[in-house]
């Protein structure tokens, strides 16, 4: 069981930076997990995301920042749950690194061990089993749906955040009506206004778009009802209300913002 004292985990004999738990060895896990790999060496090691996906990042960084930086207990912790494979900070922390948070790193990829932060290589599902101590927050940024029991992750949860402790979620929503508002909204990104020829491919196309976005979201609906996977990387696909529910049986939640024309919703939910 390690303790954590002057930021180094410390058991009997070791003092350590990052240590190993359980690692992941059902093998269905293991093959959606694998499966990522090659695009977290691109996003996580080189930081090479799209500006939408680096916007969001700090949008989710200031929906943290409100609820941490209000809270002016000393020396808090906070367990990122799926933190990647990336050796620096993640984007969604880089400026919330330079307050008196401690950040906590946690991802099964045995990646990368030695990290600029404190990382505990190994799964969350099991974690308090290895430490003798709770922390303050938790975050899950994108990593929610990478999890395969939820019911495991909710009690695990209450196991290691502290009483009025906050958990901090990102979620990527997979509801027909909000997908389609993203991917049209997409169409409007470049249109200037005032040139004639964006106007008049948009008024041509539109309709066009317009149906065949109605027939791609009608496939989605009955592939959700269907609880068919939408791609070969998670185990879950939320759907804004299960997501709710999901949220509620956690604790209160205190705080959500959906971001406009994009999938993505942030929770902070207390214990
Ligand atoms: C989409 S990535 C998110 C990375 C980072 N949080 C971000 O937002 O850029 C999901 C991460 O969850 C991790 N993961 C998968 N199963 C897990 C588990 N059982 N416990 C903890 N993390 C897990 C994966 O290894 C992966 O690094």
Known sequence: MYKLIDDNFVDKETCLRTIKTELIVDEKQLELQDNSLEQYKETHELEQHSDEIKYLMSEFESFMALHLLSNKKENSTILDVGSGISVQHPIYFKNLKNSNLTYIGLDPFEINPQRDYLFINGKFEGLHKYIDFKFDNLIFSTSLDHLENLNEVNEEITKVLKKDGIAFF?????????????????????????????????????????????????????????????????????????????????????????????????????L
């Open 170 to 270: 990102w979620v990527g929503l997979h509801d027909p009506e909000i997908v389609s508002r993203q991917a049209l909204s997409g169409f409007f990104k470049s249109l200037d206004i005032f040139k004639k020829r964006d106007l008049l491919e948009l008024m041509f196309k539109f309709p066009l778009i317009l149906i065949k976005m109605y027939q791609l979201m009608r496939k989605r609906s009955i592939d959700l009802s269907k609880l068919q996977p939408m791609d070969n990387l998670h185990f879950h696909y939320f759907l804004d209300k299960n997501l709710e529910n999901y949220m509620k049986s956690i604790g209160e939640i205190v705080d959500v913002k959906y971001t406009p024309f994009t999938n993505s919703v942030f929770y902070a939910v207390k």
